[in-house]
T-cell receptor, first 114, second 113 residues
């Protein structure tokens, strides 16, 4: 049973550029959430997708956008990159109504903005 | 809003020592509580969970009890191993349809032989 997968593993971009990160959820899961984890910090919720729509959003600017496809996979897009966007980006999948509501995380994409 | 407060590390212990990592929370409603572990260079793994008051989550020798009266979910292990060295995150989410997870800052544990 494949878990949550993310690509790429690492990415280096320059300020002002745009980046797209990808995520495939765990088999049987239909909800994808994205988190940003800065160095030495806990993950911060960016947004969540369900049925191809953004269902909930954290305190992140509009430069952060996303998409969910019919097969439940998801993309995170960040425009006009800033140095402060350097972080580990984690994707998590889940199924609404699961008792306890735990989320399963992928290995993350390490984004470095120079 | 919802928040999680956990003790800041790093915590350094000798192998076979007893571990406690404190975690308290603030939440509207009735949250589920989690401990996640992050090994160096990896993503987060769910370590254990508890979904209601007085529930005890346990896994790999780790335990935590959901204490509603003290809004706490402290992580314990009776005898740590070098392989337990990692960062531990306390987290919560509210039951229901939306499952945004709120994390604590993380506590780094280093176990020395």
């Amino acid at each position: 049973d494949a878990g949550v997968t993310q690509s790429p593993t690492h990415l280096i971009k320059t300020r002002g550029q745009q980046v797209t990160l990808r995520c495939s959820p765990k088999s049987g899961h239909d909800t994808v959430s994205w988190y940003q984890q800065a160095l030495g910090q806990g993950p911060q919720f960016i947004f969540q997708y369900y049925e191809e729509e953004e269902r909930q959003r954290g305190n992140f600017p509009d430069r952060f956008s996303g998409h969910q496809f019919p097969n439940y996979s998801s993309e995170l897009n960040v425009n006009a990159l800033l140095l402060g966007d350097s972080a580990l980006y984690l994707c998590a999948s889940s199924t609404p109504g699961t008792r306890g509501g735990e989320q399963y995380f992928g290995p993350g994409t390490r984004l470095t903005v120079t | 809003g919802n928040s999680v407060t956990q003790m800041e590390g790093p915590v350094t212990l000798s192998e076979e020592a007893f571990l406690t990592i404190n975690c308290t929370y603030t939440a509207t409603g009735y949250p589920s509580l989690f401990w996640y572990v992050q090994y160096p260079g990896e993503g987060l793994q769910l370590l254990l969970k508890a979904t209601k008051a007085d529930d005890k989550g346990s896994n790999k020798g780790f335990e935590a009890t959901y204490r509603k009266e003290t809004t706490s979910f402290h992580l314990e292990k009776g005898s740590v191993q070098v392989s337990d060295s990692a960062v531990y995150f306390c987290a919560l989410n509210l039951s229901g349809g939306y499952q945004k997870v709120t994390f604590g800052i993380g506590t780094k544990l280093q176990v020395i032989p």
